[in-house]
């Protein structure tokens, strides 16, 4: 790569949250990013935030547990951006409920969109990283990893996206790609805004109750899983792979 030449990432469920913020860091960090998420109208603002900032970004609309709308829209980031040589396979759903609740539509959803979402997405993008002889994998997982309750189809795709990333790390290393992956706490989202209203609580005393049970007493914000993945993105990560970092404000697992 010529020093003029940027780097190509994309960013999947990027249109708002953990994703849009980390599209927004990656292009501060001279990145052209490809934000993408199941609407391709939904990505403008994280798109209008970028280019404002004098970055470059597109919108790509694709459902990531969908074969024939990750090989185009990565077809398509490689067409319009460049080789994609950067992924953060960030796109991510709830459907919680005890075991004894939860229909087997809610365990597959959530299976499809961060497991066969993440390999389907990490499928299309390698080919580029290989040609390049460079590339940096990003998969989120979640302190639900380590046992949630309510959560037991999240909590198993998420500990699975750890499985997942460990063996990215060991068939993709002699290519100059690492993988790692990136575990948050509680980060204020639409995610856990809506957490909130399933239990029934504001989303102010939710995120308040939650503070008192992390050790820096607030909770986590989408910058600061931003700026983790900023790091195992970065140039300078190339030996640093394989690994699960949670940033939780605290020490997990
Ligand atoms: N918020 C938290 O506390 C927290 C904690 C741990 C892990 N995470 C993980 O971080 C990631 C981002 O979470 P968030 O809080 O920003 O969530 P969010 O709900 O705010 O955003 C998720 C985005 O993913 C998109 N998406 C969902 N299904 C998709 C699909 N099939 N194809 C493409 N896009 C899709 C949604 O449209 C949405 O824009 C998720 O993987 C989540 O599991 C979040």
Redesign the pocket.
């Known amino acids: 790569m010529s020093s003029t030449e940027q780097r190509v990432a994309v960013v999947?469920?990027?249109?708002?949250?953990?994703?849009?913020a980390t599209a927004v860091r990656l292009a501060a960090e001279g990145r052209a990013v490809a934000v993408?998420?199941?609407?391709e109208a939904?990505c403008k603002d994280t798109v209008e935030k970028i280019t404002a900032a004098g970055g470059r970004a597109i919108a790509v609309g694709?459902?990531?547990?969908?074969e024939a709308q990750v090989e185009a829209a990565i077809a398509r980031v490689a067409e319009e951006l460049g080789a994609p040589t950067i992924l953060v396979n960030?796109?991510?759903?709830?459907r919680d409920n005890l075991l004894f609740k939860m229909s087997a539509s809610d365990w597959d959803t959530v299976m499809?969109?961060?497991l066969r979402?993440s390999f389907l997405m990490t499928r299309a993008v390698q080919k580029h990283m290989v040609d390049a002889g460079f590339g940096r994998i990003v998969n989120?997982?979640?302190?639900?990893a380590l046992g949630n309750r309510g959560q037991v189809n999240?909590s198993a795709a998420?500990a699975g996206l750890q499985g997942f990333t460990k063996t990215l790390a060991k068939e993709l290393g002699k290519f100059g790609i690492t993988a790692n992956s990136v575990?948050?706490?509680?980060?204020?989202?639409?995610?856990?805004k809506?957490t909130a209203e399933r239990v029934g609580m504001g989303f102010e005393d939710f995120k308040a109750a939650a503070a008192t049970q992390i050790p820096v007493h607030r909770v986590?914000e989408?910058e600061d899983?931003a700026n983790a993945i900023a790091f195992f993105t970065g140039d300078a990560a190339g030996f640093v792979s394989g690994q699960v970092l949670y940033v939780a404000g605290g020490p997990l697992n």
Do not use: Q, W
């Open positions: 999947t469920g990027a249109a708002r949250g953990i994703g849009a993408i998420d199941l609407d939904a694709a459902d990531v547990s969908d960030n796109a991510g759903v709830l499809n969109v961060h979402g989120l997982s979640s302190s639900s999240y998420k575990a948050p706490g509680f980060i204020a989202t639409e995610m856990t809506a986590g989408p899983i």
